[in-house]
């Protein structure tokens, strides 16, 4: 018998579309997020870093219901194919830029409003409004609908009782519909002319403006620019620095704080409990909870883990401002600084905490094993080499720095601007986003700190 040509049976790789690089990020220099990401979904589930802005939630209620209309008009009424889901999301892309281009277009201070896409929105306001996918590529557009507001709070409508039905992320619920009526009417003349209610009153020939949906919205929602009389307040993206109470908050806090779901009943409890923290760090929050949470292992380890990736962090910061004035360093100048003795000092003590503490029943908790084993040393030289080693061979995402040749310098690779890289569980969105429901009055002083605003929370990708 004649043998098979050795291609016919060996496998093959075939490349059926573009190949797109994946963006890594430097937001993991000791490779905990994974394990603070098993804390974060204790203390805070339901929720991650990009949902820290309830106006988000009702204004994309609003967006949602407003492009089910249109969705259905072209007549379809499934979302259980990714197909169809292309085809759903390709009528809300365009509301969420339209609101971004709204708020940018209002004269407000933007510092700190949750804006994702602002920079492609404002290249298609500066050339008015000319062009389409408001100033993005095709492939931004693409990206869109992981890097855009929806994107960052999908994960919200899919698991909050009340906003889609079943929660399919698409079919708008009574939530939804109650949030969109609230918005809409603080809309005034300014809404689209058809009724937040009714799916028989959106304009017709839908269908036709099928792969043109930016072109549609802008003509049939042609007041979007225009602002009444206080929309900053009611209708715009709250700046960061902003706690205050909602005026929607009777409706967002059944969504975000219910009581009678799992989850929401888990964020009231530690939204509550940590408005009783009397502390100003990060830190002697965790201990609070810790505290206020004693049966819970997870939270009594939480202190304790915060400490020792909050130290680590530290220690790479410190090297990250060493070296930033050249292009290397050697690691003994570093390690003979008058700080290095205080940091290690601090990294070392951490570490010996850590191997003290009942572990918690996590997936990866072996991460933070590895760090505290890797530290063994106070001493500056032999704490950085270490700290180093463990950098290079077990972060995550790309290198800040890595050791090179004997003696020992540390070379550069991509550092932070800024350290905003701290390993943090949500607390802070939690308990803003607590504040903007009327759970509590004020945030707790532990996370008012610009160093809490900027590092419990990371920045949306605008392009």
């Known amino acids: 018998m004649k043998q098979p040509d050795k291609s016919d049976v060996e496998p093959r790789l075939f490349f059926t579309e573009p190949w797109d690089p994946i963006v890594t990020r430097r937001g993991d220099p000791l490779g905990l997020r994974a394990l603070s990401d098993e804390f974060a979904d204790v203390v805070a589930p339901g929720l ?3 949902i820290r802005d309830g106006r988000w939630v009702t204004i994309l209620a609003w967006s949602l219901l407003r492009s089910h209309q249109v969705f259905r008009a072209m007549g379809e009424q499934s979302v259980d194919s990714r197909e169809q889901q292309r085809q759903r999301y390709a009528w809300l892309q365009p509301l969420e830029l339209m609101w ?3 708020t940018l277009k209002s004269g407000v201070d933007l510092r700190g409003r949750s804006l994702a896409g602002q920079r492609a929105v404002k290249r298609w306001l500066d050339h008015r409004g000319h062009g389409t996918r408001f100033g993005m590529s095709a492939e931004q ?7 855009g507001m929806y994107g960052g709070f999908r994960l919200g409508f899919r698991r909050w009782p009340g906003l ?6 698409w079919t708008p619920d009574d939530a939804t519909f109650r949030l969109a009526r609230w918005l809409d009417k603080n809309m005034g003349s300014t809404r689209p002319e058809w009724s937040c209610d009714a799916e028989s009153e959106t304009p017709r020939r839908v269908s036709l403006s099928k792969g043109s949906e930016d072109k549609w919205w802008i003509k049939h929602w042609p007041e979007f620019f225009k602002m009444g009389r206080g929309a900053d307040v009611r209708t715009l993206p709250r700046p960061r620095d902003e706690f205050c109470r909602l005026p929607e908050a009777s409706l967002l806090k059944p969504v975000l704080f219910f009581e009678s779901d799992k989850d929401g009943s888990r964020r009231l409890k530690v939204a509550l409990k940590s408005g009783k923290c009397t502390g100003g760090t990060h830190l ?3 201990k609070h909870l810790s505290s206020e949470f004693s049966d819970d292992p997870v939270f009594h380890a939480l202190p304790h883990f915060s400490r020792l990736a909050d130290a680590g962090v530290e220690a790479m910061a410190f090297i990250a401002a060493m ?6 360093m ?9 700080a290095a003795p205080r940091v290690c000092k601090e990294l070392y003590a951490a570490a010996r905490v850590w191997e003290k503490t009942k572990r ?3 997936r990866h908790i072996d991460t933070a094993d590895r760090l505290s084993e890797a530290i063994r040393s106070p001493k500056p030289t032999e704490c950085l080499t270490a700290l180093l080693h463990h950098h290079e061979t077990h972060g995550g995402g790309l290198r800040w720095f890595v050791l090179r040749g004997k003696p020992c310098a540390v070379e550069p690779r991509t550092p932070p601007r800024r350290v905003s890289s701290r390993y943090r569980f949500r607390l802070w969105p939690l308990c803003r986003l607590a504040v903007q429901c009327g759970v509590l009055t004020k945030m707790p002083s532990a996370l008012l700190s610009s160093r809490e605003m900027d590092e419990d929370t990371q920045e949306d990708s605008d392009e």
């Open 48 to 50: 991650s870093n990009r």
């Open 284 to 286: 002697d929050l965790c």
């Open 360 to 362: 918690p029943p996590l």
């Open 330 to 338: 050697g690691l003994t100048s570093i390690a003979n600084n008058p």
């Open 323 to 328: 070296i930033s004035n050249g292009p290397t």
């Open 141 to 147: 557009s693409r990206a869109y609908r992981q890097t």
């Open 100 to 102: 971004v281009a709204r």
């Open 164 to 169: 889609t039905r079943a929660g399919d992320g």
